[in-house]
């Protein structure tokens, strides 16, 4: 198949049924050859063959708004040119370092470390992971169980952290563990301020964040089971969970307890950080500092991938060789990645993630009112619409997924998540315009107000 020659994109447009003939032939294709493990095109019947900030054009022709951007990864959007001409340039000098020093290297790591909290940039060291946010999750628990010498680490119901063995022992989803037996030992769940579902049952009149008092009284109960664990990992929002954003209290009264236990912190704000919720790490938002932060997706801002945690000074305890990659010397992520951090600074991209986010509140929250939203949530450019059947309450994941392809039909991108994948998501580039923020919410809207089941 000849290629297309890329041209602006600058609205939706659907042409034919989809999928088009010519990305029929390729899913058909990709299902003789390919992985059975392979998701997003079974829920997105199409072939992309170019892109171009928050379009993106399929082989046949058909262009969508992206708002699943990568899962999170394109943060400045498809082939953002400044980025392209980064990578383009560093291609000549320098693709792979291992973990020597290189310049590029150094300007990533001080444009990161620029972004913390001030209080937390001396005293932060990176070590840099195998590219992915899965390896650096792996990463940040083998760090605190060798820095405290303690092996037990509690999680929380819902969260996801990835799907190598650790990580996926560390998710909340239960299908994926029962196909691969004898997961980490040490790992124990418990309920996160979960509040449209609350997993104590409990009413907003009754409900004083049990969620962390319970957490508390299990881990002080000396009769409680629990050895004191080396960590807690926590998304401060769950991604795949079903855009859960936690409770400030819940957030501030777990870090209390933690440390007046001597418990490491660790967030994962593979999905939430580099700026997705309208601040560089969504920590920040609940003014707490954590021992380790887990980063990936968006570190390059145009996909080359990377992965990296951060943490205190005092934790390095790890000696040489106790975490390694071959590839955690992505020279091309290096330069993509301080780039994008210049143009986040410069565009004041931030201050448009809470601009758009506060746009998409406005034009989503009114669909509280249909009896089939359960609830609408998000910060920045994070949100989900959690569906339930209105007469039983249950997670409504067919309704989901009819409204997914809905809005693919309409030109839009979306993904799902949460229980019963039935949460429609979206992640939306961090500078989409205002203009297509409108068109996308107004296709969605529509696809769950003419779609009833």
């Not at 394109?74 to 290189?102: I, K, Y």
């Not at 795949?240 to 009264?253: I, L, N, S, W, Y």
Request: net charge neutral; charged share 20%.
């Amino acid at each position: 198949m000849a290629p297309l020659v890329q041209r602006t994109m600058t609205e939706p447009r659907v042409d034919c049924d989809l999928p088009g003939p010519r990305s029929a032939e390729l899913l058909a294709r990709q299902g003789r050859r390919e992985s059975n493990a392979r998701t997003y095109p079974r829920h997105l019947p199409i072939a992309p063959a170019e892109a171009s900030g928050s379009f993106v054009r399929d082989v046949d022709g058909n262009v969508f708004i992206d708002f699943l951007a990568g899962a999170g990864v394109l943060s400045l959007g498809h082939n953002h040119p400044e980025l392209v001409r980064s990578v383009v340039a560093q291609l000549g000098l320098l693709t792979h370092g291992l973990d020597f020093p290189t310049p590029i290297k150094d300007e990533f790591i001080e444009a990161q470390l620029s972004m913390l909290p001030a209080g937390m940039r001396e005293r932060t060291k990176v070590h840099f992971c195998g590219p992915t946010g899965a390896n650096a999750v792996e990463a940040a628990v083998k760090l605190c169980k060798i820095a405290t010498g303690r092996g037990d680490i509690v999680t929380f119901q819902g969260g996801f952290h990835g799907s190598t063995h650790a990580a996926m022992a560390l998710s909340g989803l239960v299908a994926p563990k029962t196909a691969v037996p004898n997961g980490m030992p040490g790992t124990h769940f418990f309920p996160f301020s979960y509040c449209a579902r609350c997993p104590l049952d409990l009413s907003p009149a009754t409900c004083d964040t049990n969620c962390a008092t319970y957490l508390e009284r299990s881990l002080t109960d000396g009769n409680g089971g629990i050895p004191l664990p080396a960590a807690v990992i926590l998304e401060p929002i769950q991604g795949e969970g079903g855009v859960v954003p936690a409770t400030a209290d819940f957030v501030r009264r777990l870090r209390t307890i933690t440390r007046e236990l001597g418990i490491l912190l660790i967030v994962d704000e593979v999905q939430t950080g580099c700026g997705r919720t309208g601040t560089w790490f969504a920590f920040e938002r609940y003014d707490i500092e954590p021992d380790v932060i887990v980063a990936s997706k968006a570190l390059s801002g145009i996909g080359t991938p990377i992965a990296l945690i951060l943490y205190d000074e005092k934790l390095d305890t790890w000696a040489s060789g106790a975490h390694i990659g071959t590839f955690r010397g992505n020279q091309l992520a290096f330069a993509a990645g301080a780039e994008a951090v210049r143009i986040v600074r410069r565009d004041d991209v931030l201050g448009n993630v809470r601009r758009r986010g506060a746009q998409i509140s406005a034009r989503l929250t009114p669909l509280m009112a249909d009896p089939w939203v359960r609830e609408v949530r998000g910060r920045g450019l994070m949100w989900g619409i959690e569906l339930a059947d209105p007469e039983t309450g249950r997670p409504a994941g067919d309704f989901a997924g009819a409204v997914q392809s809905r809005a693919l039909r309409r030109g839009l991108i979306i993904e799902r998540g949460g229980r019963d994948d039935c949460v429609v998501r979206i992640l939306p580039p961090l500078n989409v315009t205002a203009d297509v923020v409108d068109t996308a919410c107004s296709i969605l809207v529509d696809a769950i107000e003419t779609g009833h089941p």
